[in-house]
């Protein structure tokens, strides 16, 4: 099958790998622990990004509600691992499994709505319901208070490399794992798009009615889809968790973590494989980059990101692409 | 004499309301298998909107569609695809981050519903059948009307239809092109398929069409030949003026 976007697959596919290798090369060249700790978050937020980018990038649907998914697998897997003692380890698939869940189940109302503001405020909305039922549900969450105390990742010995030990003063270790995520998530959509799945979501996005009318079963590819990208968040959700180790309705539940979202798919490029990630390490490590402007900062992020969305509204993705694509046109696609 | 034989498509009573419009009134007709069936009359007698429920974007607000002698009115848009029932749309509706070629990908894909290496040679195919075939590597956002009227004919074929509802394709083409694509339809019938065609291109319904309908105000106000429909006194009166089209 040929898409756009495989055109040049093992470019893509070898960017991805290349990417990673360099990442995992970061700790031998520096263990400083507040650059790791970007670099942590940018992955995370990469990731998460990707997540959703698979829902409004390629299957066209805007949902503002994605922190829902994000702070149920938070608060989910620090509960689970708390209250029941378990590992971490396995808490954060159940927890991704529990989001899913609650994707499949909103999904159903959700996506039989076809406007795309109307979409976006129903699934806010959603996401609020949610973050308010947790700060109210103080004797199990202990709402704006903060659940705290939650466990980080069980240490473990692995063969050649020694302990694998996870703990604050300990962010290599976290830093790998948050990379292997990054992998998975952005590797499964890779996947995703060049499979015949990807090709009924592109035209979904392009077209509903057109695509209906040529045979593309709309309820389950867009409820396979929501349901997958809330397993992705909910996942990413519960590391966050057993990273930071306390919680609160809005650090983990918030729109903030939206806004963050699609400002970091919008800067990257929406609907590109890396787009999301490019964004998310821009944002992050920019704003850090541009703490020595001191109080003229916020000031100087805000039109760099008004600049880059007028001037590059595919993002900062598409501009190598757009170079590449010169040496590619008039080319048959077989 | 249609009527005897087995209808592939019927419509009993099909009403329609938006609101407080009255889109179609108890619409009744059938096509037979291998037939091809001219839907005419002016604009917003409710020509479209009959294509939606028989296709099923809309649901009708009475009535009951059969296909095959089977009741298909509970069916989704895709289902109806499946059995058979593939349509164009008047709107233009191409996947536009898609390639030409990959938007016929996707109806074989899904609608006729094979995923082989080979499809590749069928999509190609498909494209030379309307004339699109310089265009396959092209982005379908870039496409002037009338090549992507023929990318929703071609879409429609992809699907291995064996009933097509062709919603205004002609407009838009030059005159060489409408007789080109009226050649593919001619062709696309000998194959077997059975078409209805939304057409005011009045040479090319007339041309083509074995029999002709005419849907005013939501309602079915005439049935008969082309040539009897051009000397039909209500059809006259509805296209008001217009006769000149009709008779065209
Ligand atoms: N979705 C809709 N909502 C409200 N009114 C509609 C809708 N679709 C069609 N109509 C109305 O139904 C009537 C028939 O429209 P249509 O089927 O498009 O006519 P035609 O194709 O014959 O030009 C028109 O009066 C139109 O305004
Ligand atoms: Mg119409």
Known sequence: ?334 | MSMISNPLLETKNVGKTFGGVIALKDVSFSVSEGEILGLIGPNGAGKTTLFHVIAGKEQPTSGTIEFRGRGITALRPDQRCHLGVARTFQIPQPFSQMTVFENVMVALHFGAGVHARSLEDEATDILSRVGLNRWASEESVSLPLGARKKLELARALATRPTLLLLDEVMGGLRPNEITEIMETIRQVRASGVTIIMIEHVMRAVMGLADRIIVLHHGELIAEGSPAEITRNEAVIEAYLGGSAHVSA
């Not at chain 1, 466990?151 to 962010?171: C, N």
Request: aromatic share 12%; net charge positive.
């Open chain 1, 1 to 334: 099958m040929t898409t756009p976007e495989n055109q040049k697959p093992l470019n893509n596919l070898f960017i991805l790998i290349a990417l990673a290798v360099v990442f995992c090369l970061v700790p031998l060249v520096t263990q400083e622990a507040y650059f790791l700790h970007i670099c942590i978050l940018a992955l995370l937020f990469g990731a998460l990004a990707s997540s959703w980018n698979l829902i409004n990038g390629y299957a066209g649907i805007f949902t503002f509600g994605h922190q829902a998914f994000f702070g149920l697998g938070a608060y989910g897997s620090a509960l689970m691992s708390m209250r029941l003692g378990l590992s971490p380890w396995l808490t954060m698939w159940a927890a991704g499994l529990m989001s899913a869940a609650l994707g499949l189940v909103i999904s159903l109302p959700v996506l039989r709505i076809r406007s795309i503001p109307h979409i976006a405020i129903v699934t806010l909305a959603f996401a609020e319901i949610v973050r308010i039922v947790c700060s109210n549900l103080t004797d199990f969450t202990r709402g704006e208070l903060g659940l705290w105390g939650i466990p980080p990742f069980t240490s473990f010995l692995l063969p050649l490399v020694g302990d694998v030990t996870f703990d604050a003063a300990h962010k290599v270790a976290y830093f790998y794992v948050v990379i292997l995520l990054w992998l998975l998530i952005v590797g499964a959509t890779y996947w995703i798009l060049r499979s015949r799945f990807g090709f009924g979501l592109r035209a979904i996005r392009d077209s509903q009615i057109a695509a209906e009318s040529l045979g593309v079963h709309l309820t389950r590819y867009k409820t396979l889809v929501f349901g997958f990208s809330s397993f992705l968040a909910g996942i990413l959700g519960a590391f966050y968790a057993h990273y930071v180790l306390i919680l609160t309705p809005s650090s983990a539940l918030g729109i903030d973590i939206m806004i963050q979202i699609v400002a970091m798919t919008l800067i990257g490029g929406i609907g590109r494989l890396l787009g999301p990630t490019i964004g998310a390490f821009i944002l992050t490590l920019g704003l850090e980059w541009l703490r020595g402007f001191g109080e003229y900062r916020m000031l100087i992020y805000g039109v760099l990101l008004v600049l880059i969305v007028m001037f590059l509204p595919k993002g900062l993705a598409s501009m190598r692409l757009g170079f590449l694509r010169r040496q590619t046109t008039g080319k048959i696609p077989t």
